[in-house]
DNA sequence: GTCTATACGAAGATAGAC
DNA sequence: GTCTATCTTCGTATAGAC
């Protein structure tokens, strides 16, 4: 709906589309392999095939196109933990599914701390709605899980919803610079004390 | 010592001492006024009135130079705290003052961020052994209270270190993009269940 | 030791041709 | 839709004045 409009009814459209998930992918092959910093928009377009100022027909600037490979894998990532039943136990099997992605650990924390920073409207829209979003739901399915279990907390469920939020942030990126520690691990500790 | 050798004993390095010292405070005023994309070297050096190619006399690089900035302040901020009693107080006494300097807490931030990427050497190092000794500081005094307390506890005193550097980092992350969140009372939060 | 001047290459952004 | 060419700014590097 939104992406039609102008010129005709299908053919222009197939080419684009496949194209511009053509970019995400492949940008987020580059940035695994030679890092955020080696993922200019230059290196982006050689890897396939494109001058850098073609990237731009499909994304603003290269911030916008780095927040749309997170926004999308970060969509992926959410809904294959649906199913958990449990708020820390999904944050734990998300942690055990991002090990084996570092690079998008690496662009995740990358970009969130990049978000804090007046310019970089983009990602701050983008992690300022997550955790808006993330704080809403953890709250409310803890407060259906306290409710079946027919206990009650004395504790505000948003800031226990922060706290998990940040938990699992704060150890992606101590898990980044010394894969010793254990994100799934020290959640589930989380876990047993909350 | 070691910054005693050739030339003179004082004379000589009385100004470059100072001069060291201006480029940090002033570079912590650009960056706090002009975010870190701002604080170009030719900006910074604009705020001294030096050339940028001056400051690479003082500073290999400048990412060295904001590491810098952040490890003398940080090094203040932990001396602040030192008096504090339990680990938990500390590190929300260490939040309450951080909501009063958001630009440093800003610098750590997107440092923090950018230290998981290849080629940020400098932020690596810092924050690497940073948060191995603030891991290994934390554990000693948790044993230290528990043993004082009479209790001992079944978790890993490192996890819970983990746990807890964790929260802050994340939390303060969360509070720069959306001051609704009370840093403080989160941790007294996680102190309460722990 | 301290600093200016200057140049280099790479980056993101932009304009306009095709 | 894609390109080439160009603009500006950046970090870095070097030569040399004082």
Chains 1, 2 share one sequence.
Do not use: C
Not at 105 to 123: K, Q
């Amino acid at each position: 709906m939104i992406s039609e409009g102008g010129g005709g009814v299908r053919g222009p459209y197939a080419k684009g589309v496949q194209r511009r998930q053509e970019i995400l992918d492949r940008t987020l092959d580059v940035v695994a392999t030679r890092g955020i910093d080696g993922a200019s928009l230059r290196a982006i377009g050689d890897a396939i095939g494109i001058s850098h100022a073609a990237l731009r027909h499909y994304f603003a600037s290269r911030e916008a196109l780095l927040v749309e490979v997170l926004r999308q894998r970060d969509a992926d990532s959410i809904a294959r933990v649906a199913g958990i039943d449990g708020v820390l136990p999904r944050m734990a099997a998300s942690a055990d599914h991002n090990v084996g992605v570092p690079g998008l650990v690496t662009l995740y924390t990358t970009l969130l701390g990049a978000s804090v920073e007046p310019g970089n409207e983009d990602a701050r829209v983008f992690f300022t709605e997550r955790f808006e979003t993330l704080r809403a739901d953890l709250a409310s399915q803890l407060r259906d899980q306290l409710a079946a279990s027919g206990r009650h907390s004395a504790a505000d469920l948003d800031q226990v919803a922060s706290l998990i939020i940040a938990a699992f942030d704060g150890l992606q990126v101590q898990w980044l610079l010394d894969r010793r520690i254990d994100i799934a691990g020290t959640l589930r500790l989380l876990e047993r004390v909350l």
